[in-house]
């Protein structure tokens, strides 16, 4: 069984299906596309088509060419199609326990038990909000990148928005065009070269997790997966001058924000890009999550469960894993595993 059907769902069951094993996605969403569902409006991929794709199928669009949320959207939908995934939807996976030799998984939809499960929920529905204080105080709008759809209610306003990452980047350079902005960050933020993109991003991952898996030193080398990168919005954003930004600020008023120098400022809306937090209530019940979020894991296999993989989570379940075209190599992975545990 697998828990989820975004695209680290998906790319496992592309290779499940390779295998024999009769399976099945049990997904949350409505229709497909996983989180690239609630993304904003505007968004862009930071890689071109070819190289933002899922194991079997390019992308449409060619080298070049960075496509919108939308085109995401349609190529994850037709992906499912193209490969007739058994996908079960809306499920609502409450919780997996052990029962006897398989995982018991309940749903608002039912009960299933499989031999394998693998958990590919990402993190989309636990964003994360850091505590500041005075944060309950503050009369103004609040909300997460999580919940951000597009500046028009924003215009004339003065907007804060914090975090450091291409998020609060791409988010900034559009509300920017229609409010007076102030960027908020731990530390500066780290631009990449006009010239680099998501595919120089992976290759950099991928010569790292080879070096390690040959027992090599690992090259230090500059630019990673969570610098901004350079897609036309935030060029423009430089270009006019906005892409500038403050280090966090100390406490919240009910007005606006101080920072450690006294100086306070008036805001009137917060966006809070800082991140998610892997969704794994679900398997608390297994005795598996450990308290700062995370499953020890071999591989992509738990230590403390072995009927258990998770595929898609991040670092720690493979390099580039977040991603649409990093996600398969441990897919692929995971696929064979649990092919040859269950022979």
Same mark, same amino acid.
Request: aromatic letters at 10%; one cysteine or more; glycine letters at 10%.
């Given at each position: 069984?697998?828990?989820?059907?975004?695209?680290?769902?998906?790319?496992?069951?592309?290779?499940?299906?390779?295998?024999?094993?009769?399976?099945?996605?049990?997904?949350?969403?409505?229709?497909?596309?996983?989180?690239?569902?609630?993304?904003?409006?505007?968004?862009?991929?930071?890689?071109?088509?070819?190289?933002?794709?899922?194991?079997?199928?390019?992308?449409?669009?060619?080298?070049?060419?960075?496509?919108?949320?939308?085109? &995401?959207?349609?190529?994850?939908?037709?992906?499912?199609?193209?490969?007739?995934?058994?996908?079960?939807?809306?499920?609502?996976?409450?919780?997996?326990?052990? &029962?006897?030799?398989?995982?018991?998984?309940?749903?608002?939809?039912?009960?299933?038990?499989?031999?394998?499960?693998?958990?590919?929920?990402?993190?989309?529905?636990?964003?994360?909000?850091?505590?500041?204080?005075?944060?309950?105080?503050?009369?103004?709008?609040?909300?997460?990148?999580?919940?951000?759809?597009?500046?028009?209610?924003?215009?004339?306003?003065?907007?804060?928005?914090?975090?450091?990452?291409?998020?609060?980047?791409?988010?900034?350079?559009?509300?920017?065009?229609?409010?007076?902005?102030?960027?908020?960050?731990?530390?500066?933020?780290?631009?990449?070269?006009?010239?680099?993109?998501?595919?120089?991003?992976?290759?950099?991952?991928?010569?790292?997790?080879?070096?390690?898996?040959?027992? !090599?030193?690992?090259?230090?080398?500059?630019?990673?997966?969570?610098?901004?990168?350079?897609?036309?919005?935030?060029?423009?954003?430089?270009?006019?001058?906005?892409?500038?930004?403050?280090?966090?600020?100390?406490?919240?008023?009910?007005?606006?924000?101080?920072?450690?120098?006294?100086?306070?400022?008036?805001?009137?809306?917060?966006?809070?890009?800082?991140?998610?937090?892997?969704?794994?209530?679900?398997?608390?019940?297994?005795?598996?999550?450990?308290?700062?979020?995370?499953?020890?894991?071999?591989?992509?296999?738990?230590?403390?469960?072995?009927?258990?993989?998770?595929?898609?989570?991040?670092?720690?379940?493979?390099?580039?894993? &977040?991603?649409?075209?990093?996600?398969?190599?441990?897919?692929?992975?995971?696929?064979? !595993?649990?092919?040859?545990?269950?022979?």
């Amino acid at each position: 069984m697998i828990i989820g059907g975004g695209q680290a769902g998906l790319a496992t069951a592309y290779y499940l299906r390779r295998t024999g094993l009769s399976f099945e996605i049990l997904d949350a969403e409505d229709g497909p596309g996983g989180a690239w569902r609630h993304t904003w409006d505007s968004l862009h991929l930071f890689s071109p088509a070819r190289f933002s794709s899922l194991p079997g199928w390019i992308m449409p669009g060619g080298p070049d060419w960075y496509p919108p949320r939308d085109h &995401a959207l349609k190529y994850i939908a037709e992906y499912e199609e193209r490969y007739k995934l058994p996908i079960r939807r809306p499920v609502i996976v409450k919780r997996v326990v052990r &029962a006897a030799d398989r995982l018991r998984i309940e749903t608002d939809a039912g009960e299933w038990a499989a031999r394998a499960v693998v958990s590919a929920t990402g993190s989309w529905r636990r964003p994360y909000l850091p505590h500041y204080p005075g944060v309950e105080h503050f009369r103004g709008e609040q909300l997460h990148s999580a919940d951000y759809r597009n500046p028009d209610c924003f215009a004339g306003k003065r907007v804060m928005i914090v975090g450091g990452g291409n998020s609060a980047a791409q988010i900034l350079a559009e509300v920017s065009r229609v409010a007076e902005t102030i960027w908020a960050t731990l530390r500066e933020p780290t631009f990449l070269p006009d010239h680099i993109d998501g595919r120089d991003l992976f290759d950099r991952a991928t010569r790292r997790y080879r070096a390690e898996q040959a027992g !090599e030193a690992v090259e230090e080398i500059a630019g990673g997966l969570g610098d901004i990168v350079m897609v036309p919005s935030v060029r423009e954003a430089r270009d006019r001058g906005v892409l500038r930004s403050v280090r966090m600020f100390e406490r919240l008023t009910c007005h606006g924000a101080v920072w450690p120098d006294g100086v306070e400022r008036a805001i009137d809306a917060i966006i809070w890009c800082t991140g998610f937090r892997p969704a794994l209530d679900h398997l608390i019940d297994l005795g598996v999550v450990e308290p700062n979020d995370y499953v020890e894991t071999e591989g992509t296999r738990a230590v403390r469960e072995p009927r258990l993989w998770l595929v898609g989570y991040g670092e720690w379940t493979g390099y580039a894993s &977040a991603t649409l075209i990093g996600v398969g190599r441990s897919a692929r992975q995971t696929a064979a !595993e649990i092919a040859e545990t269950l022979a």
